[in-house]
């Protein structure tokens, strides 16, 4: 399988929605996590709108320039999940959130699809010039600690979530 990451291009216009109705409908029915968010800020029915929502510019008070990839499955043309890139940290980044929001969309987890992805984004915190990459999970969202850890994530610590529950820090020194 050809992995590599990608900006969106309208080429993947339909592909782009059907993932993300698969995505939204499983947030709604197993109340799953939606990352990374930057993938749902806007309404894709107005695709040229929806891509310069990925990536603001200007940047809105409050956020930090970022980059957004989608995962691309280069043998079937399927978009298998995306990363959300933020070029620095802000305090709330840096309490919650860190570099890096990713997923992989529901149909196509439980194949190391993250390990990869996570791996391809790391790939581009390089070449954006990031040396030391936080990234965070839900303390019960077991698949994401194991990726974040397989792809060299040490825990620094646990934290209160903004949900109430506790959230895992790792950092990643490239």
Do not use: Q
Not at 41 to 49: N, T, V
Not at 90 to 110: F, K, Q, T, Y
Not at 147 to 162: A, M, R, Y
């Amino acid at each position: 399988m050809g992995l590599r990451l990608i900006k969106l291009t309208r080429a993947y216009e339909d592909e782009l929605r059907s993932m993300l109705d698969e995505w939204s409908l499983d947030i709604e029915t197993r109340h799953t996590n939606g990352s990374p968010s930057a993938i749902f800020r806007a309404d894709p029915s107005d695709f040229d709108a929806y891509v310069a929502s990925l990536e603001p510019d200007p940047v809105p008070e409050g956020l930090v320039a970022n980059s957004v990839f989608f995962l691309l499955d280069d043998e079937r043309g399927r978009l298998l999940g995306a990363a959300d890139i933020r070029h620095e940290l802000n305090d709330v980044l840096l309490a919650h959130g860190g570099h890096i929001g990713d997923g992989i969309r529901p149909s196509e987890r439980g194949r190391g699809l993250g390990t990869r992805l996570v791996a391809l984004a790391l790939d581009e915190c390089r070449r954006l010039g990031i040396t030391r990459v936080l990234m965070t999970c839900d303390d019960t969202n077991v698949a994401s600690a194991r990726t974040i850890e397989k792809n060299g994530g040490v825990l620094e610590n646990k934290v209160p979530s903004e949900d109430g529950g506790l959230e895992r820090r790792y950092w990643i020194d490239l």
